[in-house]
Structure formats: C-alpha cells, structure tokens
C-alpha cells in the first residue's frame, strides 16, 4: 500500500486487465487459509494490488505458475509519511495482520514499520532472483511512463496518457467529510471486537 497500487491498477486496467476492485474481501479467507475461496475470488480477475495480496506472492506463484509479479517500491521514509498518514490511528484487522499484533498504526511503531515495510521488499527480490523475467521492481520515480510496464507484460503502449492517482495531500485534513467521518466512527466500534477475535484464534502474527 502506499506506493503507486492504485495507479498501477489503472494502468493494468488501461491494458485490458481485469483488475481485481476488492482484494481487501480476502484477509480472512487467507487468514483461515481457506483456499477455495481464495482461488474463487482470484479465478475471476486477471490481475491484483494492495493489501493483503502482497502478502501471499509465494502462494499465488504456485498456484499460478507463469503469472507475472510487479513489486512497486518507493523511498521508505517518503513511503512511512504516507502510510502513517493514511493509516492515523485507526487500528484495523488489515493492519494489524500486515505489520503485527499490536503494530498496526504505524505512526506509534515508526522503525518496526519501515523495517517491515524494507524486509518485505528484501525478501521479494531474494524469491525472485533467479527469475528476472517474473518479476518488475517499479518505482514510480523512475518508471512514470508506458515503456517499463508494456515492455514487462508484452503489451502495446497504449494512446493515452500514463495515470497518476491518490496522491496524498498532507495539508488536507485526512476523512473531513461526514460520510468519511462516519464510517470512521463505525469502524472504530466494530474494529476492536474483530482484532480481539482474530488474535483469540491465533489468525494475526507477531511480524
């Protein structure tokens, strides 16, 4: 998260992707390691992005062999801001099982973030490193046109302009809205019983 998905979702969908709306549906499947639903929900779409599907590369690498893997990466600092930034100090089941028990505001555990955030890019290339054709290391900084992308996935570059999506604007307040304030409010009573239940069933590691 944080570093360029939704563009990258444009992009794939501007190539004729089907791109997968709702990813974040599959944390508990994969929680409870139920791959039925998993493989169900995945049969549907041709392509993937954001959480928690970065967290099951090498299962999905197994399960669909020949697939292709695109890691976007950014400055880990710059990356820290926005997270902690989009994050705030909500505490979600999704966060809590992406960056540990009790680690899911990111903006109250700064090092173990980046560092789980920088472990997870280290270990991706180390997976694939002997399969250079398989996976496209894309930094936004760097790749802000077609060419990279096109070039990986044997597409033509398309005749429109490359996307540029949900940059954060830190001097905006974050969920100003009333219907943003409300969902927030509504995630802030439902969101501690489902934590407090996933742990209770072992379902969020200590990363």
């Given at each position: 998260m944080k570093t360029g998905t939704t563009t990258m979702n444009r992009a794939l969908s501007a190539l004729g992707y089907r791109v997968s709306p709702d990813s974040w549906?599959?944390?508990?499947?994969?929680?409870?390691?139920?791959?039925?639903?998993?493989?169900?929900?995945?049969?549907?779409?041709?392509?993937?992005?954001?959480?928690?599907?970065?967290?099951?590369?090498?299962?999905?690498?197994?399960?669909?062999?020949?697939?292709?893997?695109?890691?976007?990466?950014?400055?880990?600092?710059?990356?820290?801001?926005?997270?902690?930034?989009h994050i705030d100090d909500l505490r979600s089941p999704m966060h809590e099982w992406v960056y540990g028990r009790g680690k899911g505001i990111p903006a109250q555990n700064e090092a173990h973030t980046i560092r789980v955030f920088e472990n997870h890019i280290a270990e991706v290339k180390e997976y694939f490193k002997d399969r250079p054709d398989d996976l496209l290391v894309y930094n936004l900084k760097e790749h802000n046109d077609w060419s990279s992308l096109c070039d990986f996935l044997h597409r033509?570059?398309?005749?429109?302009?490359?996307?540029?999506?949900?940059?954060?604007?830190?001097?905006?307040?974050?969920?100003?809205?009333?219907?943003?304030?409300?969902?927030?409010?509504?995630?802030?009573?439902?969101?501690?019983?489902?934590?407090?239940?996933?742990?209770?069933?072992?379902?969020?590691?200590?990363?």
């Open positions: 549906k599959l944390l508990l499947p994969i929680m409870k390691g139920n791959w039925n639903a998993i493989e169900s929900h995945i049969d549907r779409f041709d392509a993937f992005e954001d959480n928690p599907i970065p967290q099951i590369y090498k299962e999905l690498d197994r399960l669909y062999p020949g697939s292709k893997f695109i890691l976007t990466i950014r400055d880990s600092q710059a990356w820290y801001k926005s997270v902690a930034f033509k570059t398309p005749h429109t302009a490359y996307p540029h999506a949900n940059k954060s604007d830190y001097k905006q307040a974050k969920y100003s809205g009333k219907k943003f304030k409300w969902r927030r409010v509504r995630k802030r009573l439902k969101y501690p019983f489902l934590i407090a239940y996933y742990n209770l069933r072992g379902w969020i590691p200590n990363r």
